[in-house]
């Protein structure tokens, strides 16, 4: 069966310049993948890229169309809306599963019928996080995802992300913190980091790594 995910040579590049090179790997179902490195190494970077967001200066990321599913520091959500309204329309926009047991898993139920502005920013970074179980997707790509989140919640997130591995999915997550996920492998990013000697004859001429 072909990895959810598959990742060969990948150079990625910020300002013009290459971040890190030459990362492989591949997630199957059940699969997790922690990055980890210095701040600035190029974490976020990778992840934009795996999930569609910029271009790559080489290499090749593979996934099925619509298989990813991404978190960043952003919690995507909508103020005037209710934390039901928030999941309800990203349900529907994913064609996902019904929320209520999205709500269950982040501890949000009894919060359903606040305003998404009233939340705490704990609540608010749970919110965000609940849009992933609504999102039907396999391949969960998340960037720092327990960022504002009290020890009690890391803990909702960590079963979450069991429950999606158990259930045939696979994550691929930056984080400076330990999850005490023992069915995570880690890859440090620093023997990949590009070496600024050659960097710039190395980025293409007029590449751009935004996408428009």
Do not use: C
């Not at 069991?162 to 330990?178: E, P, V």
């Not at 980091?193 to 710039?200: E, F, I, K, L, S």
């Amino acid at each position: 069966m072909a990895p959810l995910l598959s990742v060969s040579d990948l150079a990625v590049a910020r300002g013009g310049r290459r971040a890190v090179e030459g990362v492989t790997f591949s997630l199957d179902a059940g699969q997790a993948l922690i990055l980890r490195g210095a701040n600035g190494i190029g974490k976020t970077t990778l992840l934009r890229t795996v999930a569609g967001l910029q271009a790559a200066v080489d290499g090749i990321v593979d996934a099925a169309p619509d298989a990813i599913a991404y978190a960043a520091h952003a919690d995507g959500i909508k103020g005037a809306l209710t934390v039901r309204e928030n999941l309800g329309f990203w349900a529907q926009v994913f064609d996902g599963p019904a929320i209520g047991a999205a709500l269950a898993a982040m501890n949000l139920s009894d919060l359903a019928d606040r305003p998404a502005a009233m939340l705490s920013a704990g609540q608010k970074r749970r919110l965000g996080l609940a849009r992933l179980l609504v999102t039907g997707r396999p391949v969960w790509v998340l960037d720092e995802p327990t960022v504002s989140l009290d020890t009690a919640s890391v803990a909702l997130f960590v079963q979450a992300v069991r429950g999606h591995l158990s259930g045939g999915g696979a994550a691929l997550m930056a984080t400076h913190i330990d999850l005490n996920l023992p069915e995570a492998t880690v890859l440090d990013l620093t023997p990949y980091r590009a070496d600024p000697r050659r960097v710039q004859d190395r980025v293409p001429a007029g590449f751009d790594e935004a996408f428009a």
